[in-house]
Nanobody, 124 residues
Framework: QVQLVESGGGLVQAGGSLRLSCAASGRTFSSYAMGWFRQAPGKEREFVAA????????AYADSLKGRFTISRDNAKNTMYLQMSSLKPEDTAVYYC?????????????????WGQGTQVTVSS
């Protein structure tokens, strides 16, 4: 089992950057595929990015490629989401998720563990 805690959210102006972190408990973090999702008010939770257990493979929502970068440091049991050129439409609660396995997963229903979320607000 793994527990996830997100941090790094906040208020930023359009065009700015933020780096989100997802800290995981447990000694088997490297056994988990990880993902970032977001949910805006009144909308469904949507896929942002995913990364394999080793960090060697990543996937992104098409609309976010080039602006967001997912990474992980297994020695620190932490995953990151570097967000740049932020837009007001990026405003949402951002969640990290984990699933035991070697590949990556794009569907939120594939994930077994979730963090509590961190709010990102981008002002225009």
């Amino acid at each position: 089992q793994v527990q996830l805690v997100e941090s790094g959210g906040g208020l930023v102006q359009a065009g700015g950057s933020l780096r989100l972190s997802c800290a995981a408990s447990g000694r088997t973090f490297s056994s988990y595929a990880m993902g970032w999702f977001r949910q805006a008010p009144g909308k469904e939770r949507e896929f942002v990015a995913a990364i394999t257990w080793s960090g060697s493979n990543t996937a992104y929502a098409d609309s976010l490629k080039g602006r967001f970068t997912i990474s992980r440091d297994n020695a620190k049991n932490t995953m990151y989401l570097q967000m740049s050129s932020l837009k007001p439409e990026d405003t949402a609660v951002y969640y990290c998720a984990a699933k035991a396995g070697r590949t990556y997963y794009l569907n939120p229903y594939d994930y077994d563990y979730w963090g509590q979320g961190t709010q990102v607000t981008v002002s225009s």
